[in-house]
């Protein structure tokens, strides 16, 4: 289960880490560890500057705050929601008061961090859904997967505020202590940003290349349109957006102009109990990779 949270978080690391950075983290002198996400710029002769913006899922307030500063610069922004379906054009909302939580804001109240979809404003009349349907997605999961049993299926499941998992989260977190609170935190900040924490190539064309080609195609209409926006900002999970980047250069002839980068989150391994220590502990022996 905390492989599939893990995972989830940033939807998705692929099966190699690409060159290109948007994720990393941070150790600090006082042995405080920082996740950050970065953004950058990238420009053509003639054609709109065009911002790739990374996101944690969880983060700090001050976080989604410098992150909107920066979208509401673009003309244009196109951002990342799995819809309900295909065609549809339904803005994220923030989670209603007894509605059921989705796994994101189990773990962001539990660790003191913020939702993502609670914090970013969706309403503006600029920003445009470039995402897949779960429809979709489960097809190319079937033909992918061969009908078997996919990591997506897992992630899927995480993502659902109903489902089991989801619910044996909440209820593990709500008897956690605070020094067990601040060993998932440090997980979530250490094990983001590892380059070894990987998706099969199965479950990666579903997560990641997929969603990413139906991006490019929603790009391509942005920066041809007439009038074309000043900027195109193109707001999705930081692990999407090294493989964006390549099919901007290669596919569109961009070139990189400037890069930012935006703390997302922070742990104090100091702060961890025994308890902590041991469920840390536990989750670096399940990732290693098995003998034989």
Known sequence: MLAAITASLLLAQGAAAPKAVYVQSLTKPDGSVEIMTSAQRFVKEGKPDVWLIGAMHIGSKAYYTDLQKL??????????????SAGATGKPVPTKEGAPTPIYKVLSDAIGLQFQLNEIKYDR???????????????????????????????????DPNSPQTKMLATMLATATPGMKEALKL??????????????????????????????????KAIDVAPAPKSIGVFYGALHMGDLETSLKSKLGYKTAEQKWFVAASADP???????????????????????
């Open 187 to 220: 997980l979530i900040v250490k094990k983001a940003s590892d380059p070894s924490v990987t998706l099969n190539p199965a479950t990666e064309k579903v997560i990641l290349k997929a969603r990413n080609e139906a991006v490019m195609v929603e790009l391509g």
């Open 125 to 159: 009349p600029n920003w445009t859904n470039a995402d897949l349907s779960f429809d979709e997605l489960d097809k190319i999961n079937k033909e992918v997967g061969g009908g078997k049993p996919t990591e997506y299926d897992q992630v899927k499941q995480m993502l």
């Open 270 to 292: 100091k702060k961890m109990d025994e308890t902590g220590k041991a469920l840390l502990k536990a989750f670096d022996a399940q990732s290693k990779p098995k003998k034989g």
């Open 71 to 84: 979208l509401d610069e673009q003309g244009q922004v196109l951002y990342e929601g799995v819809k309900k």
